[in-house]
Every structure is written in C-alpha cells, then in structure tokens.
Nanobody
Framework: QVQLVESGGGLVQAGGSLRLSCIAS????????MAWFRQTPEKERALVGF????????YYGDSVDGRFKITRNNAQITLYLQISSLKSEDTAVYYC???????????????WGQGTQVTVSS
C-alpha cells in the first residue's frame, strides 16, 4: 500500500516557476514507477510524465514540453515536478501516481494522490 500526498500548488504568475512535491508513505516507494498527471474540467486526465523506479530515466507526455522536469528522491520517498516558464495553459490539478509498470496511461497506476491545484495568472 502506498499513500501519496501532493503539495506545492498555488497561484503563480505567468513566466514563474513552481516545484510540486509528492511524499509517499509505505515501504515500496523505491519499487514503484512514479508519474505526474494533470487535469482540467474541460479535459481528461493527461500524462505529464513518469520516472523509473531508480530515477535514471524519465518519459514525458505529448502535452508537455521541455519546461517540465520530473525527479525523485527514494531516500526521502518524494517525487518532484519542476515547472518553469509557467503558462496559463498549465493551469490544472496535478496528481502524482504510483504503479508497478511504466505506462503513459492513467489506468496503469494503482495509487493516487488527492491532487494539488496550480493556477497560472496571465
């Protein structure tokens, strides 16, 4: 069992930067593929990206560009999402998720956080 809690969201001006954190409980964090998704009321939940268990490799979804960076610290059981040069279209609820497999699809992830709202003002 893995419990996930996101933090770091808020209201940010366009052009600014933000770092979201997702802290996990449970002893299996280092064996989980970790991912970030985002969702707006108008769109389905979309992959931001995921990171392998060791943190050596990251993959990003088609909806994001080079402004997003996912990292993890297994010793601190924490996942991070750094977003730079924020745009209004980055406004969404951001979720972290954990699962046993690398996947671009939300259904592959077993554990989910409650989400953190990011609002970018222009």
């Amino acid at each position: 069992q893995v419990q996930l809690v996101e933090s770091g969201g808020g209201l940010v001006q366009a052009g600014g930067s933000l770092r979201l954190s997702c802290i996990a409980s449970g002893r299996t964090f280092s064996s989980q593929v970790m991912a970030w998704f985002r969702q707006t009321p108008e769109k389905e939940r979309a992959l931001v990206g995921f990171i392998t268990e060791s943190g050596d490799t990251t993959y990003y979804g088609d909806s994001v560009d080079g402004r997003f960076k996912i990292t993890r610290n297994n010793a601190q059981i924490t996942l991070y999402l750094q977003i730079s040069s924020l745009k209004s279209e980055d406004t969404a609820v951001y979720y972290c998720a954990a699962g046993p497999f690398q996947s671009y699809y939300s259904r592959a992830y077993v554990y989910w956080g409650q989400g953190t709202q990011v609002t970018v003002s222009s």
